[in-house]
Each structure stands twice: as structure tokens, then as C-alpha cells.
């Protein structure tokens, strides 16, 4: 493991190498699109180019590798003091040697291999090695329980899994193997364990040459399992083209450059991960970091940061919650030039905290597992607060109302995707794996439909709203959740909170918001009539909650997304 001082000087090398490079390895990603900018230099077209047998192992990480291969590829530290400094060129043979182990155990073109590494480096070449043979990658998470792998297991037929050491995930895939009988071989990282294959002891065997596979862009890339917030997780299924839509995540709404070090805030259990440790940065020909940690410390992080140099950094509203909390004012931003924020809609309160520090605007964008970033913020311009931007020059983004009509500006509407018949959008899944009337429910008549809403402003700057089933409908109003929660954030006493409908003979529905508070106040009449008038000063009135529930915590799916739907299940028993 290299010091401190080594990182350093291995930092100031590749820094001049990469100067001195004949290949100005910023356009890379110039090869796989077309665009077009308007006179501030803001993207204002873009085309993407798919060559018909694109495969990002070979096309992106070998071309870098063989053109520069001592270029910064993926800065990895943990909370052990452990680093390791990866060049395109080791990813590349790491890779390679991952290919080789993998078809060593019968690995093909195709199969299903689970992949729950949490932060840990082997994730990367382990994910390039399944894309060189055409095998699926499901990246999941290590919070799943024995019962959440069997019905992944069963749902996706899956044939191998790489599992960490860490923790009870070993034990817990042996749990469900009693009900599952589909897996061939067991793959352990960081470890070994009886009946499993030491994934870095066999590694080390294999040749770091690997011939390029038959593969096309159309062939099945990775497989994700949504969050579940209303029902069993659906596979989301995406291919080789894939990657290739990251451009606009990286280059044109996180601002990645080729000289930087780019960070995102996510376990590699998440698409989020994809978005902002891999594809388009890559693409880029930029240098990720990885804090490898096991319990989240914003202090921490925040040392990391600065240790490091991190220039961009990417991360959900929460994140930045915790980070203003934990002390940002003494560090943790000084080399950062940039900084975006998407997971969830952006309270303004973090927004103006974040300025008032930092002197960065935070630029906002949305999109989902079954895309890239539907609307963004993107370089170059001035973000309304609170705003996810306006749509991707990638897609053709409208919003629509129940009867499949465009809503005029102000008007709430579902955020969708026109896709017309028999053309192929870069970016958007191909499905729902093995679910094609799932599928058919959200894509048909030339549209896919997000399930998320939103509005138009005059200037075309989104605003999200909330999910179709959260809009609450109240003596003929239509009320967005998040306007409410949005507010409520602002008053000290609230920590977190969830804004749902609760029956009503009279108005249909009428606003509930369940409130987990602050450690310095508790639950009483006077606060809740507080809370209400607050909100009545801040928004139109008609929008306050008229009932509130103070609660310990929220109902959420393990990757942390409030389930409203068992909110409003309670509010109707």
C-alpha cells in the first residue's frame, strides 16, 4: 500500500505524464457523439454514435489504457488507512485477468453474475471482466437479507455471485442457496471461506490477456432491482449502448474534466454508482475516488476530500445535510470546483447553506434507474433553486397529463419520454427483464412514462412535484408532497418528514405530514399548531398539513427511499 507522501508524488507524475501525453485524451468521449453548443458554450444538441459492436471494456478502458496507460484511473482509500492507485493501464490487465477467471469457472456470454462488493476497488476490473465476456453484471447491495437474495436469485436466474467478506453477505447468499439451487460457483473478495473461490488468490494466476469477445452494443450490459417502494423489486435491464449516455452525466452536468478527480457518494450496490464512479467519467478519460468506508462520517469524508484533491463531487441532498453538519466550514471542499446534487428533490435551505460556504452553486438533476439524467442543470448555466433543470439534450422530454396530453407551463404533468415506434433511445432501459406487461405499462403509444411529476416554468426549468401515486388531491387542488415537505424542513424542529394524503369525507384528501424531529424538541399540541401556521405563512394555505404524526422514523427501502405507500396504508386502517 503506497503512503501518503507516495500519493503525492504518484499524483505529480501522472499529472505531468498526462501533459506530456500526443493523444489530448479530454475529447475521447468526442468520438462516440455529436454536439452542438450555443454561443456561451452550453450544449444545446446531442447525437449520440454507436458503433454496432461497442463494448466499453474494450472501446474505453483497453483504448485509454493502450494510448496512456499510466493515466490516473481510480484513487481507492479506506477508513483502515489503506490506498491503492490504479492506472488505466493495471485496470486494463486487472480486467483481463478477471475475463480469464471467470471463464475459467464456465462464465459465458450472457449469464447472470451478481456482483455485491460495496466499495471495495475489485468491483471495477471484476465489472470490465463480465463485460469482455458479454456476461450480465447485477450490482446489488450489501444490506440485502437471505430472503432478498433468493427472490433476486430466482427473478433473474442467477448463475454466480462475488460476494465481500465483510459482514454476514457470505452467509447470508449460503441462506438462500437452501431454496436457490441455481448458482454454479461462489466468488469471496477480501478473504476466503470454505466451498467459495478466492476471487484475488486465483486472480493473481490468470494470464492479463484476453482476446476481444464476440459482443454487440444491443447484447444485455447490467441488470439493476429497483427500490420496491411499492411492490416486489422490477429488473431494469440496460445494454451495451448504455455507457455511452453517461457522457452528458459527467461531462456536461457533473463537469468532469480529464485532469480531475471526480467523487460520487454511492455503494456500487446502486445505478447511482455507474452514473458517478465509472462510465462517463471514464468516458472522459478522468480519475474516480472511492472512500471505502463501512459507517458514514462526514468528518471523515470531508478530511478525505481535502487529502486527495477531489475536484468534483456528486451527491444526494442528505449527504450535503450531513456534511454542512459535520463541520464543512473547517475543510473538505478546497480543491472542489464543481458540485451537483440529484437523488431526491433539493430543499433550498441545503442549496443556500452550500453557497454560503462554499461559493459553488449546487447544480441539480434528475433521472432514474431506468435512465441517465432526464433534466439537468447543465455547464454553463445559472440554477433556479429548488429546480432540476430542463430536459437532456439526449431526450425528448414532455410532460403529460392523464389523457396523454401536454400540460401548458404551470400545470403539473408526468414527466415522460417521447420515444417513437421502431427507434432506439441511447440512455433508456431496454425493459423489464422477463416482465414485458410490466414493461407495457409504462411504455406504449410512443412514450415511456417516468411515474414522476412535475411543472413548467415559462423560462422551461422543471419542478419536481412528487410520484403520480403521491400527488394529493384536496377539495379539487392538486398538492405536490415535496412543496409541503420542502417548507417543513426549514422549521428546526423537523429532522426528516413524509408529506402523504389521508382520507377525508369532506375534501376527498387531505394533507398528513409524518415528522421525525430534531433532538432538542418533542412531540405536542404546541408544536404541531406551530408546525401548521408555519406552513401557512410559507405556502398557500390550503396546503397545510391538517394532520401531523411525530414518529421515531420513517418506512424506507434499504437503499433509503421513504416508502410512502405503507405511510398512506396507515393513514387508511
Known sequence: MRTSV?????????????????????VFYKQFCKEEFDDRGVLTKFEPVVP?????????????????????????????GEERIFSYGEMSRLSNQAANLFASYGVQKGDMVMLVLKRHYQFWYALMGLHKLGAVGIPATNLLTAKDYEYRFNAAGVKFVVVTSDGECCARVEEAMKEYHGLKTCFVVKGSREGWVDFDAELAKQSDEFPRADTCAQDPLLLYFTSGTTGYPKMVYHDHSYPIGHIITAKHWQNVQADGLHLTVS????????????????????????????????????EKMDQYGVTSFCAPPTIYRFLIKGGM?????????YAVVAGEALNPEVYNRFKELTGLSLMEAFGQTETTVLTLNLVGTTP????????SPLYDVVLLDENGCEVPPGEVGEVCIRVPEGKKQIGLYRGYYKAPELTAKVWHDGFYHTGDTAWKDEDGFFWYVGRTDDIIKSSGYRIGPFEVESVLMEHPAVMECAVTGAPDPVRGQVVKATIVLTKNYSPSEELRKELQDYVKKQTA??????????????????????RRNVIRQGSQQ
Open 384 to 391: 433556479k433553486v429548488g429546480s432540476m433543470g430542463k430536459p
Open 541 to 562: 394555505p390550503y396546503k397545510y398539513p391538517r394532520i401531523i404524526e411525530f414518529v421515531n422514523e420513517l418506512p424506507k427501502t434499504i437503499s433509503g427511499k421513504i
Open 52 to 80: 454496432e459492436t461497442f463494448n466499453f471494456a474494450y472501446d474505453v478502458l483497453d483504448e485509454i489504457a493502450r494510448l496512456e496507460p499510466d493515466r490516473r484511473c481510480l484513487v481507492w482509500c479506506n477508513d483502515a
Open 329 to 337: 466550514e473547517k475543510g473538505g471542499f478546497k480543491t472542489v470546483r
Open 6 to 26: 507516495q500519493t503525492k508524488v504518484a499524483y505529480t507524475e501522472t499529472k505531468k505524464h498526462n501533459e506530456k501525453a500526443s493523444v489530448d485524451l479530454s
Open 267 to 302: 455503494e456500487t450496490g446502486w445505478a447511482k454508482s455507474v452514473w458517478g464512479k465509472l462510465y462517463g467519467q471514464w468516458l472522459c478519460a478522468a480519475a474516480v475516488f472511492v472512500y471505502d468506508f463501512d459507517h458514514f462520517d462526514a468528518a471523515s469524508l470531508l
